[in-house]
T-cell receptor, first 115, second 113 residues
């Protein structure tokens, strides 16, 4: 079974600076997708960024980018120019490219932005 | 555009009482639907998923059940709630076309006393 590990329960960063959240996963599959979701205090899960495993190029969405290291099974999220609204729980998630394609989540990292 | 609704938003129920949480999706057809639970301070765990009307797959044995009576309606139920059923319940949907991503509803906070 696939597993996702987020080794940083909490992180903090100064406003306008850059922070990187770590995620590793374990799988024997070659076809899969990786996601970062944000959960603000409202608790709704919001998609931040996604990465297809077959793509070598790292995904980027405005201030958010990933460092996808397929051989190392690592999928870190970099947030540039951190803003107060970035404060939230961040979850890394894995999804198989086969079957019903359920998401497997890590335990989350709580990100605090210091003004 | 697609929208997903969940209700109620908050629920407090006594142990042993029944449960019914509803999720509906608008603006899409034949979605895959998912129920997740998030215990306090933890990540999400998949409970059930459905690829079509009447088709339910259970991921973990538990006190809950799910049903999909209509294409865009997904219901989570229990006949008798346990204290351990407390948590935040999230419904998600996905259509198997690009961008092929699961999108989540606003969630229901369930407290069993």
């Amino acid at each position: 079974a696939q597993t996702v590990t987020q080794s940083q329960p909490e992180m903090s960063v100064q406003e306008a600076e850059t922070v990187t959240l770590s995620c590793t996963y374990d799988t024997s599959e070659s076809d899969y997708y990786l996601f970062w979701y944000k959960q603000p205090p409202s608790r709704q899960m919001i998609l931040v960024i996604r990465q297809e495993a077959y793509k070598q190029q790292n995904a980027t969405e405005n201030r958010f980018s990933v460092n996808f290291q397929k051989a190392a099974k690592s999928f870190s999220l970099k947030i540039s120019d951190s803003q107060l609204g970035d404060a939230a729980m961040y979850f890394c998630a894995y999804r198989s490219g086969q079957g019903a394609q359920k998401l497997v989540f890590g335990q989350g990292t709580r990100l605090t932005i210091n003004p | 555009s697609q929208t997903i609704h969940q209700w109620p938003a908050t629920l407090v129920q006594p142990v042993g009482s029944p449960l019914s949480l509803e999720c509906t999706v608008e603006g899409t057809s034949n979605p895959n639907l998912y129920w997740y639970r998030q215990a306090a301070g933890r990540g999400l765990q998949l409970l059930f998923y459905s690829v079509g009307i009447g088709q339910i797959s259970s991921e973990v044995p538990q006190n809950l059940s799910a049903s999909r009576p209509q294409d865009r309606q997904f219901i989570l139920s229990s006949k008798k709630l346990l204290l351990s059923d407390s948590g935040f319940y999230l419904c998600a949907w996905r259509v198997g076309l690009a961008p092929d991503t699961q999108y989540f509803g606003p969630g229901t906070r369930l407290t069993v006393l």
